[in-house]
């Protein structure tokens, strides 16, 4: 979760959202990524999707079955539907996200009958952390 809360500062500095996530195999970082949405102009290119996409072209599959997702906050239906494509075995989270997150918060994804994989589910790792730098973020943009 280190590692996601660096991708999460170094999003903040580039003027994004700070949100890191971090794919983890065996033990091993396969790729980390932090949100890019304004630099990428791309509402897709949330940290989560960043790393999937960077896990799954280091492994050369889009099943990254075995893999772990470490995610600074609570992912969103879209970022979560994607974790559940991607075959994730466990969902590793920092801070709920009330508005957005579709995990444990909204939709709950994770718990619809139609979902075709569930990975599991661990919320709450450097929460504190976590939600003072989105806090932190949100206070200086007003």
């Given at each position: 979760?280190?590692?996601?809360?660096?991708?999460?500062?170094?999003?903040?500095?580039r003027?994004?959202?700070?949100v890191?996530?971090?794919?983890?195999?065996?033990?091993?970082?396969?790729?980390s990524?932090?949100?890019?949405?304004?630099?990428?102009a791309?509402?897709?290119?949330?940290?989560?999707?960043?790393?999937l996409?960077?896990a799954?072209?280091?492994l050369?599959s889009e099943?990254?079955t075995?893999?772990d997702?470490?995610?600074t906050?609570?992912?969103?239906?879209m970022c979560?539907?994607?974790?559940?494509?991607a075959?994730?075995?466990r969902?590793?989270?920092g801070?709920?996200?009330?508005?957005a997150?579709?995990?444990?918060?909204?939709v709950?994804?994770?718990?619809?009958?139609?979902?075709h994989?569930r990975?599991?589910?661990y919320?709450g790792f450097?929460?504190?952390e976590?939600?003072?730098?989105l806090a932190?973020?949100f206070r200086?943009?007003?």
């Open positions: 979760m280190d590692m996601a809360l660096a991708e999460a500062r170094a999003a903040a500095a003027g994004e959202v700070p890191g996530a971090v794919v983890v195999r065996d033990g091993r970082v396969i790729a990524a932090g949100n890019r949405t304004i630099t990428d791309d509402p897709t290119a949330h940290a989560e999707l960043l790393a996409r960077r799954a072209a280091a050369a099943r990254l075995g893999c997702l470490y995610v906050l609570e992912p969103c239906a979560a539907g994607a974790i559940a494509l075959r994730i075995r969902l590793y989270f801070a709920l996200d009330p508005k997150g579709a995990v444990e918060s909204g709950r994804l994770f718990s619809q009958p139609t979902i994989h990975p599991e589910v919320g450097a929460e504190a976590a939600s003072e730098l932190d973020f200086r943009l007003r």
